[in-house]
């Protein structure tokens, strides 16, 4: 019962994070330019594109527009694109997979260095490679994403010519309608710089998180007990000190992948990646506003589940935690 309490609570909060963003989104597009831009031609007279706002309620009051817009969005309808002339929703999902791949590619890169890059630096702080790791951690943290995509692409792309350095590649359609990259060799070469890229911004963060993390675990009670104990050195650092270091990775790192969404904004346009992000630039250049308080909302939407989620885990990871309802 006290999961069920947690996850209503859960979704209580997530109800009232939605209805500010979906407040925040829609209230700037009046800020965005004239839609009407895209959708008629600059010999159209302002008689007739007076005509036009009316008729796409673009001069009803704000809260009438919100009005409307929210029990559009109650049933799932976001707004018609003005570009595409399909309902937004179906526009962005169609580019999800492409983010959602770069994303996890980034996300498995800088968990498989950072973990043994963490622990290394750790556990050998005073070694030549840790103090390299370290250095190479603060250059990192300081260049920016999109200078690191313009590095690679330059270096592998057109230099050394070893991978691609724009597009997405072969992708091969999944039977439920996904198209992937990640089962066809010309998709995962796509897929490699972008990756590397996108993880550039986490990859610095988590080493220096970890080795923290690791380096207080290490001076603990418990492990000096298990120490004294007789356990190996092994099971001292890879179970006992680690899994405490996961603690603040686990959370840490669930609002970093939404960073990471924000983030592909930047990489996607290096790479020409036709994901969300590359998606949400043109529909900023094109003042389609429904299209770009659709994506606000997505991107809102798996902040919040992706917290929920993180929240969930952690209490599973930390017996200390315990979830709201439940007996001490």
């Known amino acids: ?70 029990g559009n969005a109650l049933q799932g309808d976001l707004g018609t694109s003005y570009f595409f002339k399909r309902p937004a929703l179906d526009v962005i999902m169609d580019k999800f997979p492409a983010t959602f791949e770069l994303v996890l590619g980034a996300t498995f890169i800088f968990l498989a260095l950072s973990i043994p890059g ?23 943290i300081s260049v920016p994403v999109f200078l690191t995509a313009i590095f690679l692409v330059w270096i592998f792309g057109v230099e050394l010519q070893w991978l691609p350095a724009f597009g ?26 972008p990756s590397v890229a996108l993880s550039s911004i986490m990859l610095p963060l988590f080493i220096r998180l970890i080795r923290a993390e690791m380096m207080e675990a290490m001076g603990t009670d418990y492990v000096r007990f298990a120490k004294a104990k007789g356990l190996s050195t092994a099971r001292v650092r890879y179970v006992h000190a680690f899994r405490n270091t996961l603690l603040p990775v686990v959370t840490v790192g669930g609002l970093m992948i939404g960073t990471l969404i924000a983030y592909t904004i930047l990489t996607e346009t290096v790479f020409q990646w036709p994901g969300m992000g590359f998606l949400f630039l043109e529909a900023v250049n094109r003042v389609d506003t429904p299209l770009i308080i659709a994506y606000i909302i997505v991107v809102g939407l798996i902040f919040v589940v992706v917290n929920t989620l993180v929240d969930f ?16």
């Open 1 to 70: 019962m006290h999961i069920l309490a947690f996850l209503i609570r859960r979704a209580i909060q997530a109800v009232i994070v939605m209805f500010v963003i979906s407040i925040i989104g829609f209230s700037i597009q009046d800020n965005l330019g004239d839609p009407l831009r895209e959708l008629v031609g600059q010999s159209v007279s302002e008689a007739e594109r007076q005509t036009l706002r009316d008729e796409l309620g673009l001069n009803d009051p704000f809260l009438v527009q919100y009005g409307r817009f929210l």
């Open 118 to 140: 963490g622990i290394y630096c750790a556990i050998n702080r005073e070694k030549f490679i840790a103090k390299f790791i370290m250095t190479g951690s603060i250059i990192g």
């Open 168 to 193: 997405r590649g072969e992708t091969l359609e999944m039977p439920w309608g996904w198209d992937t990259g990640f089962l066809t060799i010309d998709g995962l070469a796509h897929l490699i710089l």
């Open 313 to 328: 885990i952690y209490t599973l990871i930390n017996p200390m935690v315990k979830l709201p309802g439940a007996k001490s």
